[in-house]
């Protein structure tokens, strides 16, 4: 399934093929699972509690620090600097605007000094941050863009599905922001066609690795949220 001839085969039968489009479909059902996690319509609609969005958001905020490695890890391999300006400029986002949003958020539901120093991560957060480090120490560019694809990609499309309702928390409506303008957009964009092009020059070894590191990103990102949905 995750071969180039699984790919080739997938891509024959289309006038108009993609390695990410590809990547997604056999990524089914978590893909779909996930882009419609019932914690996205919770929290566009009002039903997420401030203390279950805080508790989602200490989680998640456990994914910046390997992440920014991760990101400098795909600007050292990058093959230009074109590349590495995209990059970096969404190191900048990353480390600015969305750390402020996570720090107000923490401030604003009063999360405890004790949480946000020496968070008690689930196991699912911690397989996720794993992925993250072993991906930036032995991945090559093309799994590192694989990664960040992912990541992007299924935020982007979550955020862009809900609808919010009118009196949202602020906080809340700025996390559906910060993944839905059209800057990110741009940006999600970019990073699949730099992976479709990526992918198209690997050798078959590589390819499918880079397929299982899709496959296996997207699974990780549904147990994620899976595990952070208030029961």
Request: hydrophobic share 45%; glycine share 6%; proline share 4%.
């Amino acid at each position: 399934m995750t071969t180039r001839s699984d790919w080739n085969a997938w891509a024959a039968s289309r006038e108009s093929a993609r390695i990410t489009d590809w990547l997604r479909e056999i990524s089914e059902p978590d893909w779909s699972a996930t882009v419609n996690h019932p914690l996205f319509d919770a929290l566009a609609e009002g039903r997420l509690v401030g203390g279950d969005f805080a508790a989602y958001m200490v989680q998640d905020y456990g994914f910046v620090d390997p992440f920014t490695a991760l990101i400098g890890h795909a600007i050292g391999h990058a093959p230009s600097m074109a590349d590495r300006v995209v990059l970096g400029q969404f190191m900048g986002m990353l480390t600015s605007d969305e750390n402020s949003t996570f720090q107000r958020t923490f401030d604003a539901f009063e999360v405890p000094a004790s949480l946000r120093e020496a968070p008690d991560y689930l196991p699912q957060t911690l397989a996720f941050r794993e992925l993250l480090h072993d991906t930036g120490q032995g991945g090559d560019y093309a799994e590192i863009l694989t990664v960040l694809v992912v990541t992007e990609w299924v935020y982007l499309e979550w955020a862009l599905r809900v609808t919010r309702v009118d009196g949202l928390h602020p906080l809340m409506g700025e996390w559906i922001d910060l993944h839905d303008n059209p800057a990110f957009q741009e940006f999600v964009a970019w990073l699949r066609q730099r992976l479709d092009e990526e992918a198209a020059a690997l050798d078959d070894t590589a390819f499918a690795r880079m397929a299982e590191r899709f496959r296996d990103t997207v699974a990780k990102e549904r147990a994620f949220h899976d595990a952070v949905q208030p029961r």
